[in-house]
């Protein structure tokens, strides 16, 4: 193997490991909260060497909002592969539950929310909008549920997002047994 083969291979390891670095950095603070210096410590390298594998923070914000969409169409595709059947509710069932089980990863779920907050920013908006994208269209293809269902499906899901997030799993009041159904 030369040297520039191996380095290359070094940098994609080292560019996955700071995305997974990043997930738990920008969670906790959000894209506004979080610097590129906060993310490039917690990797434990340089903000230089950040810049090299990430051009700027919208960029590295975008690859981890893709990371995480790459998270959520693997955990739906393990639920379908487990679902004995193919009618529509039997699959969007396993998909809720698998989601359900996806989100309780507070790190994937602030990604999630904190991506959806800032996708006024071009680059991101559009990560955020490919996320969307590839999770109604894959789940529309393995469900083979209609437009109305997989709108209730998603809205379902999003309603689970705001009930991690605001801890309401956690709350006994009518409100929170209400909003987790």
């Keep these: 193997m030369s040297t520039r083969e191996r380095q290359r291979s070094t940098a994609e390891e080292r560019r996955a490991t700071v995305l997974r670095t990043a997930v738990g950095t920008f969670a906790e603070r959000g894209y ?19 810049y090299r594998l990430f051009p700027d923070k919208e960029t590295l914000f975008a690859a981890v909002i893709d990371y995480c969409s790459a998270r959520l169409r693997e955990a739906a595709a393990e639920a379908v592969a487990a679902v ?3 009618d529509p ?3 969007l069932k396993a998909l809720g539950s698998s989601y359900d ?3 309780a990863d507070r790190d994937l ?3 999630l929310m904190h991506g959806n907050c800032a996708a006024s920013v071009p680059v991101i908006g559009e990560a955020v909008r490919a996320c969307y994208a590839k999770q109604v269209e894959y789940i529309r293809a393995v469900s083979g549920a209609s437009d109305e269902r997989l709108r209730r499906y998603f809205a379902d899901s999003l309603l689970v997002n705001v009930v991690h997030a605001v801890g309401a799993t956690t709350v006994d009041a009518p409100w929170a047994r209400t909003l987790r159904g």
């Design 32 to 50: 506004y909260g979080t610097s590129t210096m906060d993310v490039a410590k917690a990797a434990g390298i340089s903000q230089g060497y950040l």
């Design 84 to 86: 004995d059947g193919t």
């Design 89 to 91: 509710e039997v699959v």
């Design 101 to 103: 089980k996806v989100v």
């Design 109 to 111: 779920l602030m990604i």
